[in-house]
């Protein structure tokens, strides 16, 4: 069975945090995902951009409406995931659009954060590899 | 010496700026904060340099070279800052950060005698208008992106225009280019169905950054300048889409009523009235041009807003004298134009165009039946044009109180003169009962 974990989190607090609390709150995820890693159960995780970052996504009667920002209302709630690769939101808006969700609900599209690599590309496969 | 380096800072702002910007938004990827800092730093290097070595033979040419030149350091340290301190606290999501690319060279040297790199900006312009008023930005977002990159306001100028806080305006500039960063807006002039889908929001972006040039919220001059790349800009969107009768319209519309800059503001300062202007100061090249483009757009038989507010303005721009004005077919315009824009701005145009033909009074009860529409109420142009309509009629105790209750909702210092003038001519008036 596959399980997601959700984490809610005080947004504005987290964009004001101190160099401390961002090195430890680093370092906590870290162990939390080596032990995830060691128990073999993590398939994938990914920390968030901002809700400001988000562009949500409905489409009525044929015609696609976008918004900027979060999905905010409160009478819908989170009904699935899926993490899609593309060149440009562009793209992912194209494929959001599609989703059979936008034609009765919304689509929220929001970017995850990329953690810079530093190094060759043999070494990022190699950590790739190690953290499957 | 000096001067000649004002006179090439000058044009460059007025000229090449937003060329040179929109190219190296294209080179830094799309962030924008990393462009505008290698500009304005590539600006304070010309300030010190120019006047030692002369102004180079190609100013625009000297500032792209340089800012790109200091944009490659700056992506350097940036991918440095990035490895060590950054949003990133978790994720399985990786991407490849080059630390080893080599930087070394003078960032200034040899900056002018470059292939000619601004062969290809025109491009990127309208690369740039598009990814300010892509439809994953907000209305406000997009317009104080266009006012902030393209018109080359300030913040304070965009918050003044907006009527918003400093702070606010600030936070959403912020925002809006950390979205275009981390969500991958893509800076590129859209193909297909889906650029003619953009277009409206491009026209509209595009004419509300062309209003705040011509008609400044803040206090002060005119800027032409900030009208005048709005109408470039137009200008390459209907080379880029010929076949769409709006955009003809809409450069029209602009060519229409930039050609009347000059007459518009008094020595005082004060808005002269179309009706007060001197017609021999209007630009008629611009007027012809204006004519032209109507001509040709309406030849493509679609109408649209932007063709018929051109065409009133064609209609004001050809008549001789202020009396030979056509009301009745502007106000049938007017008409027309409330089906595309039903907004209390041509609710109002189209109320006191049919006044000039059947009379203030007819006007005057027709606004009182605009004033109880929703959103009228302090809407600051209704009892200017009340005003005028009462003074027209002779009422002019009624016109005092109008004209002044207009002048408290007015924020433009050029209205506010304006209106204060006719205060006093409408004062001189009841004294002469």
Redesign the interface.
């Known amino acids: 069975m596959r399980y997601l974990i959700l984490i809610y989190m005080n947004e504005q607090q987290f964009l004001s945090r101190t ?1 401390e609390s ?1 090195s430890s ?2 370092s906590e ?2 162990t ?2 080596d032990e995830m890693g060691a128990a073999g159960i ?1 398939r ?4 968030l ?2 809700s ?4 949500t996504i409905r489409v009525r009667d044929g015609k696609t409406l ?4 979060p999905f905010a209302e409160t009478k819908e709630q989170l009904g699935g995931y899926f993490i899609i690769e593309t ?4 793209d ?2 194209s494929w959001g659009g599609k989703c059979p969700g936008a034609r009765h609900g919304s689509i929220e ?13 043999a070494d ?1 496969t190699a ?2 590899a190690a ?1 499957r | 010496m000096m001067n000649a380096v004002d006179n090439a800072l000058a044009a460059f702002y007025s000229g090449e700026r937003v060329a040179v910007l929109a190219t190296l938004i294209k080179s830094a990827r799309g962030d924008f904060d990393a462009a505008e800092d290698a500009l304005a730093d590539a600006i304070a290097r010309a300030v010190v340099r120019w006047p030692k070595d002369g102004v180079p033979e190609r100013p625009g040419a000297w500032m792209l070279t340089v800012a790109r030149r200091l944009l490659i350091d700056e992506a350097r340290v940036d ?1 440095r800052r ?2 060590s ?13 080059d ?1 080893n690319a080599e930087f070394e060279q003078s960032i200034e040297k040899d900056a002018a005698v470059v292939d000619d790199p601004l062969d290809v900006v025109h491009d990127e312009r309208l690369a740039l208008l598009y990814t300010c008023c ?5 209305t406000n ?1 997009q317009l104080t992106l266009a006012l902030r990159t393209i018109g080359g306001l300030s913040v304070r100028e965009i918050s003044r225009a907006l009527l918003e806080p400093e702070a606010t305006t600030a936070q959403r500039l912020v ?1 809006t280019k ?2 275009i960063r ?5 800076f590129t002039i ?1 193909s297909g169905t ?1 650029l003619h889908e953009r277009n409206d929001v491009v026209r509209e972006t595009l004419y509300l950054v062309f209003n705040e040039g011509y008609t400044p919220s803040e206090a002060g001059a005119l800027r032409a300048d900030v009208a005048g790349e709005a109408i470039r800009l137009a200008r390459l969107l209907t080379v880029l889409t010929p076949g769409d009768p709006e955009s003809l319209g809409l450069l029209a519309l602009m060519l229409l009523h930039h050609a009347r800059r000059s007459a518009r503001i008094g020595d005082d300062g004060a808005i002269i009235s179309l009706e007060e202007q001197d017609r021999t100061r209007w630009d008629r090249d611009a007027i012809q041009e204006g004519e032209r483009l109507l001509d040709r757009a309406i030849a493509l038989q679609k109408s649209g807003p932007y063709q018929l507010q051109a065409a009133i303005a064609a209609l004001h721009a050809t008549a001789r004298t202020a009396t030979e004005t056509d009301w009745s077919q502007i106000a049938g315009l007017y008409g027309a134009l409330r089906f595309y824009m039903p907004t209390p701005v041509v609710e109002l145009n189209a109320a006191v165009a049919l006044a000039m033909v059947l009379g203030p009074e007819w006007g005057l009860a027709q606004l009182d039946t605009l004033a109880t529409e929703r959103g009228m109420a302090d809407y600051h142009l209704l009892p200017a044009a009340r005003a005028d309509l009462l003074r027209r009629a002779q009422r002019f105790d009624e016109a005092l109180v109008a004209y002044n209750d207009a002048i408290r909702l007015t924020e433009s210092s050029a209205e506010h003169r304006y209106l204060e003038r006719r205060v006093s001519e409408v004062t001189a008036r009841m004294q002469l009962r």
């Not at chain 2, 892509?134 to 907000?138: A, E, G, I, V």
């Not at chain 2, 981390?182 to 893509?186: G, I, S």
């Open positions: 160099p961002q709150m680093t995820y870290r939390y995902m993590l994938a995780g990914d920390q951009q901002p400001f970052t988000a562009t976008n918004t900027d920002g060149d440009s939101i562009d992912a808006i599209v929001r970017p995850l954060v990329v953690q810079p690599m530093a190094g060759k590309a990022v950590t790739a953290s | 991918a990035n490895a301190n950054s949003f990133a606290v978790w994720g399985t999501s990786t991407e490849l950060v630390e892509h439809p994953s930005l907000s977002a925002r950390q979205k981390e969500a991958r807006v893509p859209p889906a």
